[in-house]
Every structure is written in structure tokens, then in C-alpha cells.
């Protein structure tokens, strides 16, 4: 029976994308793992794999569609044995976006035996199962909920229920889609004045008008909902930095012949997942009812780029050696910036780090970006008097620092003493190779 394939969600953000190119052409044999098309989503441009086997019998959303939402169909799958002829015409226009809603118009009355059933749902969240896995967990009376997924994401594919038994007892209807029209979330108010409202206010003045990237059209969201929802607090520091300066002096003529050359990012992102090993009750995030205490301490960077930014993830920061960060870290900012990192390189991590000191900035309050529970502003490192321990007036490189904390997930307390544990580590730099 022909089976849709729908837009992917590439990324945890993906709400929509581009079918940039199309690497099959309708009457093309696939197989499980098969690159089918190119497509950019809010984050970068990635290859989409076939889940199942068969022939590409049409392809419905053309190379080069803009806007494409997740869960549209965009090409139908035939079986074996099964011609063009098979396709119904409701079979997943691109004009009926909404994947149940094309389902369910794509059953006469009475239902057909051609449309899948909605996707189940374990533990409040969607499983993700291809249309034919569905159909055939349906048919065998198995339960999704108890099948684990092979596919790209963990997503449900047909050789996953060939080798499943089918649960005892009657089959019975699958559960009604969460995401159906009944229970739809309601859209979120205005929050401002419209485009046309807007541009009425610049009539007879030179402009032009940019268009949204998905890029610009997630980190606009991702922030206004950070903002709204996030009770943020603020925790400042200095941090003198002549200690680390001289250090780092003496390791990168040491490190010169191996061409290591490590930058003072390389030791706060250091400091960072040292602290977080050191006050445990930082290294957590926020999951809606819920908060998740991390055990390995993953810091996120955030990468400028051309339209947005990337917070790629150092995992197991605490592990690895200041020329081990050094390096990964280059790595993933220069494949940041030409967008080739993969969704598992930029998503997690319980904290992120923002350094605008390159650009002479002193000091800035950054917006956490969630589910992370806090984000570190680092400043530039200035020349500054300061008082002395033995209370003489001197001169020293002083970095301003600056926590932003969500309160839901850490306290001002606990704040205060992971920055202080950041600081001790950056004016004492040789502890963080004990």
C-alpha cells in the first residue's frame, strides 16, 4: 500500500524547512538508509535517509519549496507490485500540511486500510514511527509504546516490527493524536504591531526589507520565549587575569612545536566544567515539572555566524585537557559557521558561555537559552587599578564576568558559589591540570 513520506524534524528546533534538492526522481527503487533528498532546516542544510524500502512513486513538494512544515507530506512510497496508479488523490497534497488532517481526509467513510493510524504516545511524548510501521502495528495489534526504534531519531521503521510479537489480548484502536484540532494549542497573542503597522510608520523613507531565514525566525522565538518564561537573575564578577595571562604564556611556547596555541576561552570554558563538577546542584536544567541534575558537565559555546548563532556542546568538559578543548572547540566553530554541524553537536549541555570580549565589550547580561539553566557573560579583559592584597594601589588585567541564572533550577546561593569556584580556577590557573 503506498505510504507518505513526511517532512523530517532534522533538529530539536525544526518547526519548518526548505527541500533544497531532491537526490531520487519519481520511479527510483530506495532502501532503508537511502540520502532522498537535501534539506535546510533552521540550522543548517542535512541529508534526509529513506526508513523504508520500495519506489519512489511521486514526489509532491518540488526542489527548492520554502516554508515546507514538519509532518507534510512530500512524496508517496510504493511497494513492490504497486504502480502510480495506486496512489489515491488525497494521498498528501502539500496543501494539506497538517499530517492527521491528510490522513484522516484521506479516508473514505469507514475508514481504509491505506491510511496509518496516529502516531502513540509514551509518557506524554509522540513516538515517532514511519506511516508503514504504524499501519503494520495496527494490523499485528502491537503496541509502539513497547518497540524501540532503529530508525534516523530513534523513529519506528518497518524492520522493527517484522521480528515483533503481537500484544495479548484484543487489538484495539490506537489513542487519538495529541496534536489533534480538539486539543490544539492555541496561538500565541501579538505581541506587538503588525509588518503592515510597521512599515506605515517608515512611509517616505529609504528602506529595505530582509526576509526571515529559519535561523533568524528560531532564535527570535527560542529568546522571546526565554524572556517571557524564564525568571532570570544576574550574578557579577571580576576576575583578575594576569596569572592565567602569564600561564598561558608559558604553555603555548611549550605547546608551539605541536602547533597548539590555547586562547583564554579555552581556559573559562575549562573553569566552567571544572566548577560544575564542583557544585553538582549547578550542573542541571530545566524540564517543565521536572529538573535534571547532569552528571558529566557538557558547556555549550555560543558561535556567532552569518544570521544567528550556534551553541555547539564541549562534552565531558571536566575529561578532556585544555589542548583537547582547544582543539575540538575550533573544530566545531569552523563548521559552525559554515552550518555543517550535526543536531547531537549543538543540542544539550547545562550551561552555555558568551564571549564578547574579542569585540571590546565589558560586560553584558546574555539570555539563557533553555532548557540550560544558566549562561556566562565574559567581558573583555581591561587594564584597571586595584587594590592589593597588602592594600597597595596597582595594576591589573581585570575581566568583568556575568552569570545569568534561572532561578527555577539554582538559587542565588548556589549561584554565587559556582561563580566563585570559576573565578578561583582562573586566578589559579595551574589547578586546572591537577
Not at 509504546?145 to 510479537?165: M, N
Not at 565589558?362 to 544558566?374: C, K, R, T
Request: glycine share 8%.
Amino acid at each position: 500500500m503506498p505510504t507518505e513520506i513526511l517532512m523530517p524534524a532534522l533538529s530539536p528546533t525544526m518547526e519548518e524547512g526548505t527541500l533544497a534538492k531532491w537526490l531520487v526522481k519519481e520511479g527510483d527503487s530506495v532502501s532503508s538508509g537511502d540520502i532522498l533528498a537535501e534539506i535546510e532546516t533552521d540550522k543548517a542544510t542535512m541529508e534526509f535517509e529513506a526508513v523504508d524500502e520500495g519506489i519512489i512513486g511521486k514526489i509532491l513538494v518540488a526542489a527548492g519549496s520554502e516554508g515546507v512544515k514538519v509532518n507534510t507530506p512530500i512524496a508517496v512510497l510504493l511497494e513492490d507490485g504497486e504502480s502510480a496508479d495506486d496512489i489515491t488523490a488525497s494521498a498528501g497534497a502539500p496543501e494539506a500540511a497538517p499530517a492527521a488532517d491528510a490522513a484522516a481526509k484521506a479516508a473514505p467513510e469507514g475508514g481504509s486500510a491505506a491510511a496509518a493510524p496516529p502516531s502513540p504516545q509514551r509518557d506524554g511524548q509522540r513516538i515517532f514511527a514511519s506511516p508503514l510501521a504504524r499501519r503494520m502495528a495496527a494490523d499485528k495489534g502491537i503496541d509502539l509504546t513497547q518497540i524501540t526504534g532503529s530508525g534516523p531519531h530513534g523513529r519506528i521503521v518497518k524492520a522493527d516490527l517484522d521480528s515483533a510479537k503481537p500484544a495479548s489480548g484484543p487489538k484495539t484502536a490506537a489513542p487519538a493524536d495529541s496534536t489533534s484540532a480538539a486539543t490544539a494549542k492555541a496561538p500565541a497573542p501579538a505581541t506587538g504591531p503588525s509588518a503592515d503597522q510597521v512599515a506605515r510608520m517608515y512611509e517616505g523613507r529609504d528602506f529595505e526589507e530582509v526576509k526571515l531565514d529559519g535561523m533568524r525566525r528560531t532564535v527570535a522565538s527560542r529568546l522571546t520565549e526565554a524572556k517571557q518564561t524564564i525568571p532570570h537573575f544576574y550574578l557579577r564578577r571580576d576576575v583578575q587575569l594576569d596569572a592565567l595571562m602569564s600561564f598561558r604564556a608559558d604553555l603555548n611556547k611549550q605547546l608551539e612545536t605541536r602547533g597548539v596555541k590555547l586562547s583564554v576561552n579555552d581556559f573559562i570554558i575549562k573553569a566552567c566544567a571544572m566548577a560544575l563538577q564542583a557544585v553538582p546542584d549547578c550542573n542541571a536544567v530545566w524540564a517543565s515539572d521536572r529538573i535534571l541534575r547532569l552528571k558529566p558537565s557538557d558547556v555549550a559555546v555560543a558561535v556567532a555566524i552569518e544570521g544567528g548563532l550556534f551553541t555547539p556542546v564541549l562534552k565531558d568538559a571536566h575529561l578532556k585537557s585544555l589542548s583537547a578543548l582547544s582543539a575540538e572547540m575550533k573544530d566545531l566553530a569552523g563548521r559552525a559557521r559554515t552550518k555543517k554541524l550535526a543536531p547531537h553537536e549543538y543540542v544539550g549541555g547545562a550551561m552555555a558561555i558568551s564571549n564578547l570580549g574579542m569585540f571590546g565589550i565589558e560586560n553584558f547580561d546574555a539570555v539563557i537559552n533553555p532548557p540550560h539553566g544558566s549562561i556566562l557573560a565574559v567581558g573583555a579583559g581591561l587594564k584597571k587599578p586595584v587594590v592589593g592584597a597588602d592594600g597597595e594601589l596597582k595594576v591589573a588585567t581585570v575581566m568583568s564576568m556575568t552569570l545569568s541564572v534561572d532561578h527555577r533550577v539554582i538559587d542565588g546561593a548556589l549561584g554565587a558559589e559556582f561563580l566563585k569556584e570559576v573565578v578561583t580556577y582562573l586566578e589559579n590557573p595551574v589547578t586546572m591540570l591537577a
